[in-house]
């Protein structure tokens, strides 16, 4: 009974001081701890993951990332007045110090006039419940009173209406901020955190910022990250992806954005009812994104972009020859691994600076980029599909041989004009109204001899021919770990069935397009990197390798991701076709053949690079190739590998309307110095040339 008695009065007790603990709670102190919990509202935010970087095959760090300051602001419960006055002194503090913020609204304030298409501007003004004729300040006078912006002058007007209108766009709330300047300078984030009890609901962020170091160099490898758009956003919210992410928009940037994304952590912040930060913890680590290591040698790839630029402008203002090409604006250049198929340089011409985009760019920016008359973001190394000329001669050689239709030493008379089919003329008939007589494949390689080519093609007939190159990996693409490769075409009656198919024009196929097609013309059209591919494999004694442009991808913790998961996402990105790799069973005289006659190309008197290469130290084989294009000057082939007796590297270079094959050789010349340490003053004047001195086709 005892103890009962005890147990009671211990309760009562307990419930005794709950009961003055609620009244306290509730009566006594209820004001101040209400006051209290009005002045500490938690927000959860997300602190943004560097991306992964990016090494080239050397470990050299071609893309990194730097620590930027942005400016974001939560919503608050003040009044327009009082928000307008915030915005006004955000937006002079940013100016003071040479920063910018986000400016989306479509007028120019300076020029009185819309940022926009006289339709698209017409629809704006609509929305607004405006008729479609309202002038610039008819439509400033209606933000003025939709925001309650009491101020007078012009300027503070703008910067009110500049910033109201970026918050209205893009929402935001207590718990999810609107960002409105990034990469802020230190002064500006100084003088904020000054001013912060001003500056209600301003909150200062730290973010990483891409960093590409090299500037344009490898930018069309590389890629560009951009502010995410609103169907990415709607496709990858669930992943985690926040509406004021940055996200990878093309090359690598883009294909391997699941493994470059890091992992956003957590903090804590507090405020109090004024929007004033108070405190701040961080909860959960960020965690760095993989990096990605590629094949490319950054030394190589600077070389292959300058002497692309030097020898564009060269053959368009005559610079090295005498005869010049003036619509001459653009090309590519790749080199290979011939023992492995990796890609060591992919140089486009003309480039960009992917930094320029990071943050979003301008409409007149963007017009620059995406509508400019020389198109700087298409990569034409991967995209650009080109007839392949007299390149593909080595290639018609291959077939002819191997399909039983022209033996290795046998002999064909060129009669200058082929008696077949539309009966074409070779071109030194064309030219001279000459012919080169009695000519074996190694001949016929070492002068492009048509004639030849001609009739091998006859012979075997069009099925072999675009089998072989099928089997080069021509036609398909070769699987370069780069959104955006080309297919590209190879001249065959399957393809002329697919183009019925589209358009339900009937076509049949005729000699003359089997003629056109030996030759490098017709249907045939490839990207540079096809013919790489194909070189380095004809290089490699017919042995088709993987091509690849990826030597790792490296996690935090500094694990290699396996092959199989890379594969699985970026295969289906990149739209992978089938191809057959292994040894394609070419005998060795007919490689023999085909090597000999592309190092006479080279190395011998007569040969179409001859006066290119005649001095250099390392035997080189190649053929020039001069390819009409369907308007203006011809394209400009060299495809090319060295050493001679061993292989190591396949360099293929094309100049839009470089006019003359022979004209790209100089480049890839410079391109192997690099390579093999024979890099000379690449500034050292050339001698002039003109056409008469050299044999081109």
């Known amino acids: 009974m005892r103890r009962v008695n005890v147990l009671i009065a211990f309760v009562c007790i307990i419930g005794i001081i709950y009961i003055y603990r ?28 560097p991306r992964g970087e990016i090494y080239d095959r050397y470990g050299k760090l071609m893309v990194t990332n730097e620590t930027s300051y942005n400016v974001q602001l939560y919503y608050t419960k003040i009044s327009d007045e009082e928000l307008n006055e915030v915005l006004l002194k955000l937006a002079n503090i940013l100016e003071t110090n040479g920063d910018s913020y986000n400016n989306s609204f479509p007028i120019d304030f300076e020029e009185k ?109 590389i890629g560009y990250i951009g502010p995410i758009s609103s169907d990415e956003y709607k496709k990858r919210k669930d992943l985690g992806y926040l509406q004021n992410d940055t996200i990878g928009k093309t090359g690598i940037e883009a294909t391997f954005e699941e493994f470059l994304r890091g992992t956003n952590g957590v903090k804590r912040i507090e405020m109090n009812s004024n929007g004033i930060i108070v405190g701040e913890t961080e909860t959960t680590e960020s965690v760095m994104g993989n990096s990605v290591v590629l094949t490319i040698d950054m030394d190589l790839q600077a070389k292959a972009e300058e002497v692309l630029e030097k020898y564009v402008t060269s053959i368009r203002e005559g610079g090295y020859f005498l005869q010049k090409f003036s619509d001459a604006n653009a090309g590519a250049m790749v080199v290979l691994d011939v023992k492995t198929s990796e890609v060591l340089a992919l140089a486009s011409y003309p480039t960009y600076n992917p930094e320029e985009f990071v943050d979003g760019i301008s409409n007149s920016e963007y017009a620059k980029y995406f509508q400019g008359e020389n198109k700087p973001m298409y990569n034409r190394a ?57 000519v074996d494949v190694e001949t016929a390689l070492k002068v492009s001899c048509n004639y030849y080519f001609y009739e091998a093609g006859y012979r075997m007939g069009i099925d072999n021919l675009s089998k072989y190159a099928k089997l080069f990996g021509l036609g398909r693409r070769t699987g370069v770990e780069i959104i955006g490769e ?22 049949t196929w005729m000699i003359a397009d089997t003629l056109s097609a030996a030759i490098g013309q017709s249907y045939n059209s490839f990207t540079p990197i096809q013919m790489a591919y194909y070189i380095a494999t004809l290089a490699n004694g017919g042995h088709k390798n993987e091509l690849t442009i990826l030597k790792d991808v490296i996690s935090a913790n500094g694990n290699s991701i396996s092959d199989d998961v890379i594969d699985s996402i970026v295969n289906p990105k990149i739209q992978k076709e089938e191809q057959e790799y292994g040894d394609l069973n070419i005998s060795p005289d007919t490689i023999n053949a085909i090597f000999e006659g592309m190092r006479s190309v080279t190395g011998e008197q007569g040969g179409t690079a001859y006066s290119t290469f005649s001095s250099f130290p390392i035997e080189v084989a190649g053929k020039t190739g001069t390819a009409t294009a369907s308007s203006g000057s011809a394209n400009a082939w060299f495809v090319g590998f060295a050493p001679y007796d061993d292989p190591e590297i396949a360099v293929v270079c094309v100049i839009e309307h470089g006019g003359h094959g022979a004209y790209t050789a100089p480049a890839v010349k410079e391109v192997m110095e690099e390579y093999f340490g024979y890099n000379n003053n690449v500034n050292e004047k050339m001698e002039a040339r003109s056409i008469s001195d050299i044999l081109v086709d």
Request: a positive charge; glycine letters at 6%.
């Open 113 to 221: 006039k819309f940022e926009k298409s006289e339709e698209s501007a017409k629809s704006w003004k609509k929305s607004l419940k405006l008729n479609e004729n309202a002038t610039v300040d008819d439509v400033i006078e209606y933000y003025k009173k939709t925001y309650n912006i009491t101020q007078t002058e012009l300027e503070d007007i703008k910067k009110i209406i500049i910033l109201r209108y970026e918050i209205s766009t893009n929402g935001y709330s207590s718990y999810r901020p609107v960002t409105l300047a990034k990469n802020i300078s230190e002064a500006s984030m100084l003088k904020i955190d000054e001013y912060g009890n001003e500056l209600s609901g301003v909150n200062i962020v730290t973010q990483p910022i891409r960093k590409y170091l090299s500037g344009n160099v490898a930018s069309h490898i």
């Open 22 to 49: 609620l009244f306290d709670l509730q009566v006594v102190n209820g004001a101040s701890y209400r006051e209290q919990s009005e002045k500490r509202l938690v927000r959860e935010i997300k602190t943004i993951a």
């Open 382 to 438: 991967i995209q650009g599909a080109y007839s392949p000329g007299s390149t593909f001669k080595p290639l018609t050689a291959v077939a002819a041989i191997e399909s039983g239709a022209v033996k290795v030493n046998e002999k064909i008379q060129d009669k200058g004009v082929y008696d077949k089919g539309h009966k074409p003329v070779c071109w030194i008939w064309a030219d001279y109204r000459g012919t080169h007589g009695f």
């Open 486 to 507: 080309s297919s590209g075409t190879v001249a065959s009656r399957e393809y002329i069935n697919e183009l019925t198919q589209k358009d339900g024009k009937k076509r």
